[in-house]
């Protein structure tokens, strides 16, 4: 996958977020567990919950290297 690849597939998920929220009148929050919750499913029928898990952890316990935060 490529920088462009990854930034185009990003550019596509916020607009998914931001259309979902404004047609189901839901936060972008609990919008965002109902993404999870169908992530780890998704995971977890395809055998790789573990690394699923593990790259949860991973994001959780990172710090932003930049305190902004922008949605392009």
Known sequence: MTDQQL???????DLTVENLSKLYEISPLSLTAVFLARLKL?????????????LLTTVIETKSKSQEYTIQ
């Open 42 to 54: 998704i995971n977890d029928v395809v055998g790789s919950s573990d690394d699923f898990n593990k």
């Open 7 to 13: 930034i185009t597939i990003t550019r596509e998920i």
